[in-house]
């Protein structure tokens, strides 16, 4: 079963605005994961926010956490061409055992 | 460094053939992971070895997927007999495990494409 799941499914913007997707949890986690995957390079690892963490950058990505809602928000900056992928939160309930969700597949226009 | 390694790349069978897959992972990683992804969803976990021990295997097909970590290294995952319905992308990914800086951190192999006809 899934634990995370994404919200929207899909996401089209312009070249230059910001993206933001959202990932809800069913039960309480150690770690939250952001990972894309593009067809160039698979899935990579973009950002880890732990649980006693709220809100963590990297670049142009803002990851927040919100343990009480469950839930997690990936925003991506003056998003490119280039950040056109599927983007996939993972939840770590313990024991290095991640769950991945069902993606948001995000495109962006040039 | 180099990363994780996965072959073959793709492969075609048919149903209630059997196939494996090798995984080399990062080394020094002592968290190996498979996963299957099937087109349009997330990858799902089949297994998970800590060394060459296995911490979860919940979500395993046992009657007919099977997977061993040789030596806490190397590993093979075996599909026997196949099914349509195991037409997906086998990733594989390795992780620190332990130790310092992001020990939960995956790395993820390229990935083999099973079409299963």
């Known amino acids: 079963s899934q634990q995370g799941e994404e919200d929207p499914q899909a996401l089209s913007i312009q070249e230059g605005e910001n993206a933001t997707m959202n990932c809800s949890y069913k039960t309480s986690i150690n770690n939250l994961q952001w990972y894309r995957q593009n067809s160039g390079r698979g899935l990579v690892h973009l950002i880890l926010i732990r649980s006693n963490e709220r809100e963590k950058h990297s670049g142009r990505l803002r990851v927040t956490l919100d343990t009480s809602k469950k839930s997690s928000s990936l925003l991506i900056t003056a998003s490119r061409a280039a950040d056109t992928a599927s983007y996939f939160c993972a939840t770590d309930t313990g024991g290095f055992k991640t769950i991945f969700g069902a993606g948001t597949r995000l495109f962006v226009k040039a | 460094e180099a990363g994780v390694a996965q072959s073959p790349r793709y492969k075609i069978i048919e149903k209630r053939q059997s196939v494996a897959f090798w995984c080399n992972p990062i080394?020094?990683?002592?968290?190996l992971y498979w996963y299957q992804q099937i087109l349009g969803q997330g990858p799902k976990l089949l297994i998970q070895?800590?060394?060459?021990?296995?911490?979860?295997d919940s979500q395993l097909p046992k009657d007919r997927f099977s997977a061993e970590r040789l030596k806490g290294v190397d590993s093979t995952l075996k599909i026997q007999p196949a099914k349509l319905e195991d037409s997906a992308v086998y990733l594989c990914?390795?992780?620190?495990?332990?130790?310092?800086?992001?020990?939960?951190?995956?790395?993820f192999g390229p990935g083999t494409r099973l079409t299963v006809t």
């Open positions: 080394s020094g990683h002592a968290t």
């Open positions: 070895f800590q060394n060459n021990g296995v911490v979860d």
């Open positions: 990914a390795s992780s620190p495990g332990s130790g310092g800086g992001n020990v939960y951190e995956q790395y």
